[in-house]
Nanobody
């Protein structure tokens, strides 16, 4: 079975940190570009970050650049998103996804999607 499962979401205060994890099964994540996307209520799904299937290069949305970091742990077949200095506008359901194309933040390029994990940033 080909599957992605996100974990690590929760409720944090503004300025806090969370680490999200994307666990792949049924395929080798290192062969794929892995992206993180998010969707807040009433808003469009947006790309947050991705890590390439080729040279490991990374992309970040301007809104999270300098605060979020994406990384692979190939031994665990996982991709993490470390989030610092969280803001209320980061509140969303976060999804990880896999693409067999070069690294992009465009959702149509991604073929395999997880179920999402809720991140809420609030006082």
């Amino acid at each position: 079975q080909v599957q992605l499962v996100e974990s690590g979401g929760g409720l944090v205060q503004p300025g806090g940190s969370l680490r999200l994890s994307c666990a792949a099964s049924g395929f080798t994540a290192s062969y794929y570009t892995i992206g993180w996307f998010r969707q807040a209520p009433g808003k469009e799904r947006e790309g947050v970050s991705c890590i390439s299937n080729s040279d490991g290069s990374t992309l970040y949305a301007d809104s999270v650049k300098g605060r979020f970091s994406i990384s692979r742990d190939n031994a665990k077949n996982t991709v993490d998103l470390q989030m610092h200095s969280l803001k209320p506008e980061d509140t969303a359901v976060y999804y990880c996804a896999a693409s067999d194309r070069l690294g992009r933040l465009a959702a149509p390029a991604y073929d395999i999607w997880g179920q999402g994990t809720q991140v809420t940033v609030s006082s």
